[in-house]
Nanobody, 118 residues
């Protein structure tokens, strides 16, 4: 089992910055991918950025050049969000994917609200 706790959301004006944090606990040794997803009202949850245990990163086209995902040790991942736009407004969820004895698991945090005003 892996538990995820996000922090760092809030209200910011367009053009501003926020940094989200996600702390993992539990069976963190089994985590191979951590990432951020978001869900805006009336829309499906979508990928924002992911990072693997080997350091590879992947970003949605809509955030490339503005957001940076980073991982500090095995249990903390950050999302630095710069040049925020109103369309970035959403609940942001931390995700961890693990593999234990050949079985894949996916864990979610409770979400943190990011609101960007125009």
């Amino acid at each position: 089992q892996v538990q995820l706790v996000e922090s760092g959301g809030g209200l910011v004006q367009a053009g501003g910055s926020l940094r989200l944090s996600c702390a993992a606990s539990g069976s963190i040794f089994s985590i191979n991918i951590m990432g951020w997803y978001r869900q805006a009202p009336g829309k499906q949850r979508e990928l924002v950025a992911t990072t693997t245990s080997g350091g590879s990163t992947n970003y949605a086209d809509s955030v490339k050049g503005r957001f940076t995902i980073s991982r500090h040790n095995a249990n903390t991942v950050y999302l630095q969000m710069n040049s925020l736009k109103p369309e970035d407004t959403a609940v942001y969820y931390c995700n961890a994917q693990s593999n234990l004895r050949g079985i894949a698991y996916s864990y979610w945090g409770q979400g943190t609200q990011v609101t960007v005003s125009s």
